[in-house]
């Protein structure tokens, strides 16, 4: 234990703003499969929130070297907290994750072990898919894109599996796993970690993720055209232009974002707005769909 560690130090080594994207998954999980809504959808609330909430501890001590250069106001490369108190945090919040999923439906628990393995070799420095070019932001796009959606299925796991939706749930985590590589540029690059950033150049990588972005939402307006999914999932559409105006931000004041925290503090806000935003949709689409 770390001197001058507190409660917020970690709450805060979670990196908590990804949470929500898990959330929003599920949700599409859920009405997109003809789920409903219980006590259930609680738990597994609480289940991704921890498990993600591991999965970027455990992160932030494999990362450790990385977050010195990019992110030295994080708990771990400050010192508020060690890297083995870290580490045993991660294993504890993984353990409660896990037991709250035994106690949900079977297809759930498997998926959430799936989910644990995914986010283990991304980390553990014997394998670190976190390193390797794509394979990375495909990670990232099965974890929050597929996975979590399958797990909102997986709380009735009787209805069909959302095939449709999960095509643009796996488009739109790629993109923004993809745009998420601009913020650890120079620490990666130091490290060799080689994101598309990194492999690309900045101009090519912001490029990409912004085409990324439009194609799954296009994939989206084609869904609904073509009749495959309700036409009030297009109300996700609303979110498209913060994104790309995020993206665009970040690409723009890619230099002066790593070395300012107020940069980074309003990029962050920016996509808490955005993911409060989505959230309120799925919402929306959960209401409409009752009726």
């Known amino acids: 234990m770390s001197k001058g560690m507190t409660a917020t130090d970690y709450f805060k080594i979670t990196v908590p703003y990804y949470i929500p994207i898990a959330i929003i998954g599920i949700f599409l999980g859920i009405t997109t499969s003809g789920g409903i809504f219980n006590y259930n959808v ?15 501890t455990f992160n932030g001590v494999t990362d450790f070297e990385i977050d010195l250069i990019n992110k030295p106001y994080r708990p771990i490369p400050n010192g508020k907290i060690s890297r083995n108190g870290a580490l045993l945090y991660s294993a504890i919040l993984y353990v409660i994750s896990l037991l709250i999923a035994y106690q949900l439906t079977m297809q759930y628990f498997q998926i959430t072990i799936w989910f644990v393995a995914l986010t283990l070799l991304y980390s553990f420095p014997l394998v670190r898919l976190r390193k390797r070019f794509v394979i990375s932001n495909l990670c990232g796009a099965i974890i929050y894109g597929l996975l979590c959606p399958l797990l909102g299925w997986a709380l009735m796991p009787s209805n069909p599996i959302p095939i449709y939706i999960l095509g643009f749930t796996s488009l739109f985590a790629l993109s ?27 101009g090519r990588a912001k490029l990409s993720s912004t085409i990324m972005l439009t194609l799954s939402f296009a994939y989206l307006i084609v869904l609904a055209s073509l009749g495959l999914i ?22 723009r004041n890619h230099k002066k974002f790593y070395n300012s925290m107020r940069e980074r503090k309003i990029a962050k806000r920016i996509f808490l707005m955005l993911m409060g935003l989505a959230v309120l949709v799925e919402f929306l689409i959960g209401i409409i769909a009752l009726f």
Do not use: C, W
Request: charged share 15%; net charge positive; glycine share 4%.
């Open 176 to 202: 923004l796993s993809m745009s998420k590589d601009f913020e650890d540029y120079i620490g990666d690059k130091v490290h060799r970690i080689k994101t598309m950033p990194v492999v690309l150049g900045i």
């Open 230 to 251: 309700k036409t009030q999932y297009l109300l996700i559409l609303i979110t498209l232009p913060g994104f790309i105006v995020l993206i665009m931000r970040m690409y």
């Open 42 to 56: 609680l738990f597994s609330f609480i289940s991704v929130s921890t498990l993600v909430a591991a999965f970027n």
